[in-house]
């Protein structure tokens, strides 16, 4: 909450309006040519709340249901979807969040992985990190994913 709160609503509306807008308009023009691809890129805050970044984690989980659902909607209209959902990525979203990523993966490996799995499945989670990572959560209660984050601050 420590946020300013124009921020966060700019935050919302890249995250989710515009993601919401930019798709329905693809999305139509693949439809209307029976084949296509999108790509959403969520993270693995997605499935977890965050403290500290509470609305970057709830629009990523935004963006992993609407990827999911938009999917099977289209899928059978020639047009694959998929949320990408990786860990740290050295994209310069570390320094605007003022964190530190150690371990983060490059844009051409998270693209690679992506787009290699586009076609095959609806969500993809790049790297060894990003699935060390959701294992680690993978049998916690989801308070209990909330508390290991807020454990590590």
Request: hydrophobic residues 50%; contains cysteine.
């Amino acid at each position: 909450m420590d946020a300013r709160l124009d921020e966060e609503l700019r935050m919302i509306d890249v995250n989710c309006r515009a993601v919401a807008a930019l798709s329905h308009a693809f999305g139509r023009r693949f439809v209307d040519r029976k084949r296509g691809g999108m790509v959403l890129m969520s993270s693995l805050v997605a499935f977890q709340g965050v403290p500290r970044a509470a609305n970057y984690a709830a629009t990523k989980a935004y963006m992993q249901s609407f990827a999911g659902a938009v999917r099977l909607e289209l899928k059978p209209r020639g047009v694959d979807v998929i949320a990408s959902a990786p860990g740290p990525i050295r994209s310069g979203f570390a320094t605007r969040a003022s964190m530190t990523m150690g371990l983060a993966q490059t844009p051409r490996d998270v693209a690679g992985a992506t787009l290699a799995a586009l076609g095959r499945r609806g969500i993809v989670r790049p790297g060894w990190l990003s699935k060390f990572l959701e294992a680690s959560l993978m049998f916690l209660p989801r308070w209990g994913a909330y508390a290991r984050w807020a454990s590590s601050w």
